[in-house]
């Protein structure tokens, strides 16, 4: 029986993880993949938009000879915190159900890799699954085709070839920047008519560079409505359309976190279902016992949390948990205390 089961190694879920133990509350990590893989999904060569001191947790320094850290720093960054806390963790062990038991614990039933299913029980559960998980697919034909992903990785797979890029975010700039780079022909068509006012501000003037010498094709106020197997086909703010040929399609179109196992244990959402109700104080859902941390309480706009802010839910997590344990204790104290009395009077 642990204390606290938490559901996702994220850089949120490590936290929390190190908040309870350092408590005193026992604490073990379940990880669908392996320990902070939505930064592993992360292109190759991705510079962080946070330094490296925002990305801290658990007061371990982290060391960059850089103003902002590199996707393959963090990675060794957060390797480097679970084994210095030694923090039990399950990887690829996915979290399928929560069930709350009758006397207010849970249990939590999982399936190893090898397809074996496992139940982990617990007094508390905390769900910090992230979201890199589910991408926010555009439901238009042609978007299971081979030549499409919501994954940028690296850019060499598309040298000399042509891509459309969907989305005008820090993820589709990105993108699109490096492509430049291995002399591939480049659409980005975004729906909006101005780029995301959250492009990184070192970056847009240099994307602005590019498309103003053509090396970036920009189609502002479209969208696209199919994918056939050589272009695609979109549409304009005017109504008109145009198809544009292409070899390999990137849908930066954003992600979003997965609510099924906070509806497995009838946690209470909003009502488009997009964001669960909690405590910001405690980070507690609807759920006695059942908390949430890192980007899942989020809403819509999985922007809304980001690792700076994370980090510190699991500390809400820890000192509530411990503060209810306490309060527990006081008051059974107080009742042996009681019953003594009691006891001496008769």
């Not at 899942?296 to 411990?322: D, L, Q």
Request: net charge negative.
């Amino acid at each position: 029986m642990e204390d606290v089961i938490i559901i996702g190694g994220g850089p949120c879920g490590l936290s929390a993880a190190i908040e309870c133990e350092r408590v005193g509350l026992s604490a073990v990590i379940i990880e669908k993949h392996n320990i902070v893989q939505s930064i592993y999904l992360y292109p190759t060569h991705m510079q962080f938009f946070s330094t490296a001191e925002l990305l801290e947790i658990g007061n371990v320094p982290f060391s960059s000879a850089n103003d902002k850290p590199f996707r393959y720093e963090a990675l060794a960054y957060y390797r480097k915190v679970a084994e210095h806390f030694g923090l039990r963790i399950h990887n690829y062990e996915e979290a399928r159900e929560i069930q709350r038991k009758e006397d207010g614990t849970f249990e939590v039933h999982t399936i190893n890799r090898r397809g074996e299913t496992i139940v982990h029980q617990g007094r508390h559960v905390v769900v910090a699954t992230g979201y890199f998980d589910h991408p926010n697919y555009l439901g238009i034909p042609g978007e299971d085709k081979d030549k499409v992903t919501h994954y940028f990785r690296e850019a060499h797979p598309y040298t000399n070839t042509r891509v459309a890029i969907i989305g005008g975010s820090n993820s589709a700039v990105d993108a699109a920047m490096e492509l430049v780079r291995v002399g591939a022909h480049i659409d980005m068509v975004y729906r909006g008519t101005g780029l995301s006012e959250h492009i990184k501000p070192w970056v847009r003037p240099l994307f602005e560079s590019m498309v103003q010498k053509n090396r970036i094709t920009l189609h502002l106020g479209s969208r696209v409505n199919e994918i056939l197997d050589d272009s695609i086909r979109i549409v304009h703010t005017d109504g008109s359309e145009s198809e544009l040929e292409n070899d390999f399609v990137l849908a930066m179109t954003g992600f979003r976190p997965d609510r099924q196992l906070l509806a497995s244990i009838g946690a209470e959402m909003s009502e488009d279902m997009d964001k669960p109700l909690y405590d910001p104080q405690t980070m507690e859902s609807s759920v006695p016992g059942v908390y949430v941390g890192g980007v899942i309480a989020s809403g819509r706009n999985a922007n809304e949390v980001f690792i700076e802010s994370g980090r510190w839910h699991g500390r809400y997590i820890a000192e509530h948990i411990i503060s209810k344990t306490e309060h527990t204790i006081d008051n059974s104290e107080h009742r042996g205390s009681k019953n003594h009395a009691q006891s001496e009077e008769q």
